[in-house]
């Protein structure tokens, strides 16, 4: 009985310690939450949120395009858009530090080492991606929601809004898989953001920035946070289209 009576004793010592340091880390961790912080997490969510709609937006009218129109030299239009689904995101920063450097062609717009131009990057990273997961999708099936659609006498207009939510889903996975790059990205931004303090100074950045420094501990906080974002963003996404479907199904 003694010898249980010690073991409990030492597991409820362990936990409690347990506890402490837990308790002292969170308490270290929400002392690195100062404005500076804030304001690069500000930054992260305008830069993401902001590339990754325009993204979609041009993306996945992009696709569904591709797949409806048959033209000459469309397979190598495809080809090219593959690649660049997998192009380097330093390669296509330096492409927009080119463009937008004083002596380049866009130079006069000022917009190197900006929020403006990390933009740009994130776009012309993300756009291929969504446009190249809704093309494959809509390739797949909506030559058969199309001709449903017209064996109904569906108008034009009835049947893009019945091929756009027949392919929502694969559309929420391109978004999502855009965001997701957008939010991970740490080359094209760092080239043509420069990684400013107080101005261009993104979470990834930051993180990359910390380990070179050794703040372990801060890096890793940051990482906490971006997974938490990231998080949120997924279930607030998957509430919304919650929504959706029992407002469709009631119709």
Request: hydrophobic share 50%; with cysteine; charged share 15%.
């Amino acid at each position: 009985m003694s010898h249980g009576r010690d073991n409990l004793s030492d597991l409820e010592c362990t936990c409690n310690q347990l506890l402490r340091h837990v308790v002292q880390r969170c308490s270290t961790m929400l002392e690195m939450l100062d404005l500076e912080t804030l304001g690069i997490i500000g930054l992260t969510l305008r830069m993401t949120l902001l590339s990754t709609a325009i993204s979609a937006i041009l993306g996945i009218p992009l696709g569904l395009w591709l797949d409806k129109i048959n033209f000459k030299g469309k397979s190598f239009i495809v080809l090219i858009n593959r690649t660049l689904m997998a192009s380097p995101p330093v390669v296509i920063g330096l492409v927009v530090y080119l463009l937008l450097m004083r002596n380049g062609p866009f130079g006069f717009m000022g917009l190197l080492f900006t929020l403006e131009a990390m933009i740009i990057a994130q776009v012309l990273l993300l756009t291929p991606i969504i446009c190249g997961i809704v093309y494959t999708a809509s390739q797949r099936s909506a030559s058969h929601i199309r001709s449903f659609a017209i064996t109904m006498g569906a108008t034009k207009r009835q049947t893009q809004v019945l091929l756009i939510k027949e392919l929502s889903n694969e559309m929420y996975f391109a978004v999502i898989t855009g965001f997701g790059r957008a939010m991970s990205e740490v080359g094209a931004i760092m080239i043509v953001g420069g990684n400013i303090r107080y101005h261009t100074r993104v979470m990834t950045t930051t993180i990359s920035l910390l380990r070179n420094r050794g703040e372990i501990d801060q890096a890793i906080f940051l990482g906490v946070i971006l997974m938490l974002i990231a998080l949120s963003i997924q279930l607030i996404a998957g509430f919304l289209r919650k929504r959706e479907r029992q407002t469709n199904e009631n119709f």
